[in-house]
């Protein structure tokens, strides 16, 4: 059993949605705990990859580092409401709500860093700045394919 830690209940931004290719993939929102997107040791804010019989695949990119969590396949996600494969070319395409002006389309990658709440096109819905951000980019974070 999977179960998004930490166990959260402020009702937002959950994003969890599954999708398969031979392994589950699961993804989780923030639940308006942002600090935790960049947090290899909590589930929210990532995409989970597991076998089929529910244990952690021997190449995910986590599976060796200390302090994180081996189910970890990309993270920096903030409220994923999307995630699908390109029936053609098996690529994965992950869709989500950002904040104000700040929704994005990615093509998750295994490991890579999509950047919440670090670097994000959006703004918090009050009109300011999301407190994190360093703005639309951030050394070592993916760009979305479209924002």
């Given at each position: 059993?999977?179960?998004?830690t ?16 031979g ?32 244990s ?17 396949w ?8 999307g ?24 093509m998750?990658?295994?490991?890579k ?7 994000t096109?959006?703004i ?5 700045n ?14 979305p394919?479209?924002y």
């Amino acid at each position: 059993m999977v179960r998004q830690t930490p166990q959260l209940s402020a009702g937002n931004n959950l994003g969890t949605r599954l999708a398969f290719d031979g392994y589950l993939y699961i993804v989780f929102g923030d639940n308006f705990h942002s600090g935790s997107a960049q947090d290899l040791d909590k589930l929210t804010d990532k995409i989970l990859r597991l076998n089929q019989d529910g244990s952690v695949p021997k190449d995910n990119p986590f599976v060796s580092h200390s302090g994180a969590r081996p189910e970890i396949w990309a993270y920096g996600l903030r409220n994923p409401q999307g995630l699908a494969f390109n029936p053609w070319t098996q690529q994965m395409w992950e869709s989500e709500h950002g904040p104000r002006g700040g929704d994005e389309v990615n093509m998750p990658q295994k490991g890579k860093n999509y950047g919440w709440p670090l670097a994000t096109r959006g703004i918090d819905y009050n009109g300011s700045n999301v407190p994190e951000s360093k703005g639309s980019h951030a050394e070592g974070m993916e760009q979305p394919v479209f924002y």
